[in-house]
């Protein structure tokens, strides 16, 4: 059974950073390609970036480029996000999610096989 547990949200001022992380386990971390997704409240679920199997390769949404950082350590089973200069508008429901197989970047969410249970960033203005 894989298991994918997010940590590292909070609360945070606008402009301030957080970095959040998601353990995988129960399945080889290098089969998946592994992607951040977020969810405001009334809204779906979007795509924030996504990494392949050896972090050779990463995908941004635009409105993250240049501020979030996805990476992933395959020796500890785990992805991160970094998050910079953030904003208001990033308060979300931040989720992570598995893609079986990892070489593939993919930005819908019903691509993804696994997901975590979320936490939640909150920026405040």
């Known amino acids: 059974q894989v298991q994918l547990v997010e940590s590292g949200g909070g609360l945070v001022q606008a402009g301030g950073s957080l970095r959040l992380s998601c353990a995988v386990s129960?399945?080889?971390?290098?089969?998946?390609?592994m992607g951040w997704f977020r969810q405001a409240p009334g809204k779906e679920r979007d795509f924030v970036a996504a990494t392949s199997w050896n972090d050779d390769n990463t995908y941004y949404a635009d409105s993250v480029k240049g501020r979030f950082t996805i990476s992933r350590d395959n020796a500890k089973n785990t992805v991160y996000l970094q998050m910079n200069n953030l904003k208001p508008e990033d308060t979300a429901v931040y989720y992570c999610?598995?893609?079986?197989?990892?070489?593939?970047?993919?930005?819908?969410?019903?691509?993804?096989?696994?997901w975590g249970q979320g936490t939640q960033v909150t920026v405040s203005s």
């Open positions: 129960g399945r080889t971390f290098t089969t998946f390609a």
């Open positions: 999610a598995a893609d079986f197989p990892g070489h593939l970047l993919r930005v819908t969410s019903y691509d993804y096989d696994y």
